[in-house]
């Protein structure tokens, strides 16, 4: 992997606190639950387009078997993602809220 | 009854395998009488199914204004599709071309296979979102 990318200071990290109708705290960033809300966005427009490419192909119209497939397994892997995040978000919360003052 | 899988790809495909394992069965009666005498080789019109299973898509996907939970228990929106598989074409003429029948079988094992594989991961899929941990 180019080294270069892992030093990235990533400009979605969540950065400004997660207060509602609060303002970023520096332009060019993004709030992490509007990242959030954005990906789950993405994975439902994927797997809308999966499934349309779907109906398409059983109905008869003029797709590509091959793209149909790919994208329904696409839509499948992004969701799978999204999946492991939201896993991986409930554990920290589950740890941060487990924690000792 | 609330049910999981409208909004999924899930009866559009149930239906076109058992189109396809229909259509297989006549298929195969074909070839199974190729030397009889006089007989008409039988055939399920796949337009017609295929224009049965996009209306029946689209009103799924646009329940009409009076719906209501009620109504979804009695009309299933697969009906059409499913009528449309009883339908038998006859072709004119006695002669079955062997060829013709054995391409026609490849192509509906194709679809078989092909909604069976879909099948499979829109399942699996379902199984993911259910089981939160995997």
Redo the contacts between chains.
């Keep these: 992997m180019n080294p270069v990318s892992l030093r990235i200071p990533a400009p979605q990290l969540p950065l400004a606190p997660a207060v509602p109708g609060a303002q970023p705290a520096e332009p060019g960033y993004k709030q992490f639950a509007d990242l959030l809300i954005e990906g789950f966005q993405e994975v439902n427009a994927t797997q809308n387009s999966a499934?349309a490419s779907?109906?398409d192909?059983?109905?008869?119209k003029d797709v590509d078997?091959i793209e149909?497939?790919t994208s329904?397994?696409k839509?499948?892997m992004s969701?799978?993602l999204m999946?492991q995040i939201r896993?991986k978000l409930v554990e920290a919360y589950r740890e941060i809220n487990q924690m000792q003052i | 009854m609330l049910n999981i899988f409208n909004q999924?790809?899930l009866p559009?495909?149930e239906q076109?395998a058992i189109f396809a394992q229909r259509r297989h069965n006549v298929l195969a009666g074909n070839m199974a009488n190729i030397d009889t005498p006089g007989y008409q080789a039988r055939d399920l019109s796949?337009?017609e199914f295929?224009?049965a299973?996009?209306e029946a898509?689209e009103a799924t996907r646009n329940p009409s204004p009076g719906y209501n939970l009620g109504d979804a228990a009695d009309v299933d929106p697969m009906d059409g599709p499913r009528r449309a598989m009883e339908n038998l074409l006859y072709h004119d003429g006695s002669e079955i071309n062997l060829e013709r029948q054995v391409t026609e079988i490849a192509k509906n094992q194709?679809l078989h296979n092909?909604?069976i594989?879909?099948m499979k991961?829109?399942f699996?899929?379902l199984r993911?979102?259910i089981s939160?941990?995997?």
């Design positions: 499934n779907v109906h192909l059983l109905t008869g078997r149909v497939l329904v397994q839509a499948d969701f799978r999946q896993n | 999924t790809t559009a495909l076109s796949t337009e295929e224009t299973l996009a898509i194709n092909t909604a594989a879909l991961s829109q699996e899929t993911v979102a939160e941990r995997v």
